[in-house]
């Protein structure tokens, strides 16, 4: 833990230095709303709250070190050998230790959380551009089963617009799907006008469905023409949109978990098992719509298959801690 708390510590000038310069996001003019920039900022952000929290960890530590030292008979327990005031004081500092550790824990995951955005757009993106995504064993794929999971299960695909002018990440993926949203506007005429010469020359071969190989040579040009030229253009501007409102979903989805767990954070007493409880109680009122109960579950799966950073240094902690005692065993 201590670790943990001096790279953070470190972090601090750095941090600080992006500050002064306006690096939070509410600074940037909406010109420069950028995906990227935003996500880069937000990040920031989050590492000076984290960075925060460590300054109040190493304290702590050191007043439970403290109490710790006055424990000098080795085999007797640690409690046995404390007077009750460290022992009550002793108890009050790792309750607050645990609730500083939860709040690392929250930006750790904050973190986590935006760099699965960026790589979700990046992964979409790909597939809208180049015809290409993750394969099974590439490192992006646990993101690709991520958005084809929405794809399957979101039923609400309207396009939804920034409800303030401000710069903020769901103003910031809005500009990048308008690209595809004017072209697929631009092209809805002729789309109209392919999928009309499309149904008729299935019509004409008496076909519900396209076999290419009944289709004369003429018609199969033009067909392929109709299918390449027109028509999964048009789908693919669709299906970007689709994806990058699925992923303003996760976006909204991630806030929500992130403001809900500080809330609960804050009433804990360093109990991880309060964490989740105001979403819980929002869930069970039917606060969230059918959406947003799919973009929170697939956050808590997320939890499970990309842990944060946080949870990474812990687990390796705890394996170094390990190792002695297997040694001891042998």
């Excluded at 002793?90 to 973190?111: D, V």
Aim: charged share 30%.
């Amino acid at each position: 833990m201590k670790r943990i708390a001096t790279l953070l510590l470190a972090l601090i000038p750095l941090v600080a230095t992006a500050a002064e310069r306006g690096m939070r996001v509410a600074d940037l003019p909406l010109e420069r709303c950028e995906l990227r920039e935003v996500i880069a900022r937000m990040q920031f952000e989050s590492v000076e709250k984290a960075a925060a929290i460590a300054e109040q960890t190493l304290p702590i530590l050191k007043q439970l070190e403290r109490i710790n030292s006055k424990a000098t008979i080795p085999g007797k327990p640690i409690k046995d050998q404390l007077s009750p005031e460290d022992i009550g004081k002793f108890t009050e500092l790792s309750q607050r230790l645990k609730t500083t550790q939860l709040a690392q824990l929250m930006e750790s995951r904050r973190q986590r959380d935006l760099m699965v955005i960026e790589k979700m757009v990046m992964v979409a993106d790909r597939e809208y551009r180049w015809q290409d995504y993750p394969k099974e064993k590439d490192p992006d794929s646990t993101i690709y089963a991520a958005i084809q999971l929405l794809r399957l299960t979101i039923k609400d695909n309207n396009i939804g617009t920034p409800a303030s002018p401000a710069c903020t990440l769901e103003y910031a993926l809005h500009a990048l799907e308008n690209e595809a949203i004017t072209k697929l506007n631009a092209g809805s005429a002729r789309l109209d006008s392919a999928m009309k010469e499309f149904k008729s020359m299935l019509a004409k071969y008496r076909m519900e469905k396209l076999d290419k190989s009944r289709l004369s040579k003429a018609d199969l040009e033009k067909v392929n023409e109709l299918i390449n030229g027109v028509i999964n253009p048009m789908q693919r501007h669709g299906e970007f949109i689709k994806d990058i409102e699925h992923i303003k979903l996760m976006v909204r989805a991630s806030e929500i978990t992130y403001k809900s767990n500080i809330q609960d954070i804050a009433f804990s007493g360093g109990d991880i098992e309060a964490i989740g409880k105001t979403i819980q109680r929002r869930n069970k009122n039917n606060e969230f719509n059918e959406s947003t109960q799919i973009a929170l579950g697939l956050w808590v799966k997320i939890n499970e298959m990309i842990p944060s950073e946080f949870i990474k240094e812990l687990s390796e902690l705890g394996k170094r801690a390990e190792q002695p005692a297997m040694s001891n065993k042998k």
